[in-house]
Nanobody, 119 residues
Framework: QVQLAESGGGLVQAGGSLRLSCSAS?????MGWCRQAPGKEREFVAA????????YSTDSVKGRFTISRDNAKNTVYLQMNSLKPEDTAVYYC???????????????WGQGTQVTVSS
């Protein structure tokens, strides 16, 4: 069982930046971030494999968000730049054995951290 704890969410103005962190209680293979806005389904944002050489991100965040990891700290990061009001959501960290863009394929989830972008 892997436990995940997110941090770094908050309120930011449009155009601003935030960095989310997710610490894992143990070694993980693939890690990712998903988000869920009110009234919407949870959607994939970005994912990264064990070595960090393989990354995926959804089209709406490409060029703005960067996922990275520090395996020595069992931590994954999501650097979010040029934030837009439509990025407002609860952001969840996920971990699993498969590197995927499908949220349901991740076995472990954090509690989520709120990101609010004001216009």
């Amino acid at each position: 069982q892997v436990q995940l704890a997110e941090s770094g969410g908050g309120l930011v103005q449009a155009g601003g930046s935030l960095r989310l962190s997710c610490s894992a209680s143990g070694r993980t293979f693939s890690m990712g971030w998903c988000r869920q806005a009110p009234g919407k389904e949870r959607e994939f944002v970005a994912a990264i494999g064990w070595s960090g050489s393989s990354t995926y991100s959804t089209d709406s965040v490409k060029g703005r968000f960067t996922i990275s990891r520090d395996n020595a700290k069992n931590t994954v990061y999501l650097q979010m730049n040029s934030l837009k009001p439509e990025d407002t959501a609860v952001y969840y960290c996920a971990a699993g054995s498969v590197l995927s863009t499908t949220p349901s394929l991740y076995a472990f989830w954090g509690q989520g951290t709120q990101v609010t972008v004001s216009s």
